[in-house]
C-alpha cells in the first residue's frame, strides 16, 4: 500500500517563510508531485521533483530525499492568497498510473 | 486554450440513484484520470483512460464505471448511489503520464 504523511494545519505571518514536510512510503517511486489547492477550486501544479535535490521556482521550492522517502515544500514570502491547502502527492512507478495523495497541509496566511 | 472541463458543478441525488459525470480534457491531451476528493482528504484514485480503455484501476467497486470516447472526453457513472460517495469527483487530463491537469471538479451530494 502507499502512506503519504503530511501536516493537517499550519499558521504563518504574511511575509514570513512555511516548510510544509511530505513523507512517503510507497511500493515504488518515480516522481513526488505538490499541488495547491484554494477551497472550491481545482488543484493546481506547483512542482515535480523524481531526483534528490532542491528545485526552485519563485517564492516557491520544493526538496526531495529519496533514500529518506522526505520531501518539503517551502514557501518564502508569504502573500495571503497562499492560504490554500498543499498536496503532496507520489507516482508509484513504472507501469503504474496513479498518483497517491496526502490528505493535505491547509495552510493559513495571517496578515 | 480550455482547460479540463467538467459538468455539471453541482448536483444532488438521494440513495439508489444512478449519476454520470462528464469531462473534456486539455486540448491534446489523451489520458483522463477521474479522482474521489471527500472532504478534508487528499484526491483518491478511482480510474484512468488511455485510448479509450481502462488502463487502471484504483479501490473503487463496480458501481464505479467509466468510458472515454474517441475525442479523448470522458464520463463517470457511479449505480446504486450511498451516502458515502458524496464527494468532489476531479477530472485530471495529461499527455500519457505526465503531470495532470485538473478541472474544477463536480461536486455529489448525496441525500
Known amino acids: 500500500g502507499q502512506n503519504i504523511d503530511q501536516p493537517t494545519e499550519m499558521t504563518a505571518t504574511e511575509g514570513a517563510i512555511v516548510q510544509i514536510n511530505c513523507t512517503y512510503q510507497t511500493s515504488g517511486f518515480n516522481g513526488l508531485f505538490w499541488y495547491q489547492q484554494h477551497a472550491g477550486e481545482a488543484p493546481t501544479f506547483l512542482s515535480y521533483n523524481v531526483l534528490d535535490g532542491l528545485e526552485e521556482k519563485g517564492r516557491f521550492s520544493s526538496f526531495l530525499s529519496r533514500s529518506k522517502g522526505y520531501s518539503y515544500l517551502l514557501l518564502k514570502e508569504l502573500q495571503m492568497k497562499d492560504s490554500a491547502s498543499y498536496l503532496c502527492?507520489?507516482?508509484?512507478?513504472?507501469?503504474?498510473?496513479?498518483?497517491?495523495f496526502g490528505a493535505g497541509t491547509t495552510v493559513t496566511v495571517r496578515a | 486554450d480550455a482547460g479540463v472541463t467538467q459538468s455539471p458543478t453541482h448536483l444532488i441525488k438521494t440513495r439508489g440513484q444512478q449519476v454520470t459525470l462528464r469531462c473534456s480534457p486539455k486540448s491534446g491531451h489523451d489520458t483522463v484520470s477521474w479522482y474521489q476528493q471527500a472532504l478534508g482528504q487528499g484526491p483518491q484514485f478511482i480510474f484512468q483512460y488511455y485510448e479509450e480503455e481502462e488502463r487502471q484501476r484504483g479501490n473503487f467497486p463496480d458501481r464505479f464505471s467509466g468510458h472515454q470516447f474517441p475525442n479523448y472526453s470522458s464520463e463517470l457513472n457511479v449505480n446504486a448511489l450511498l451516502l458515502g460517495d458524496s464527494a468532489l469527483y476531479l477530472c485530471?487530463?495529461?499527455?500519457?503520464?505526465?503531470?495532470?491537469?485538473f478541472g474544477e471538479g463536480s461536486r455529489l451530494t448525496v441525500l
Open positions: 485530471a487530463s495529461s499527455l500519457s503520464t505526465e503531470r495532470l491537469f
Open positions: 502527492a507520489v507516482n508509484p512507478g513504472t507501469n503504474d498510473y496513479k498518483l497517491s
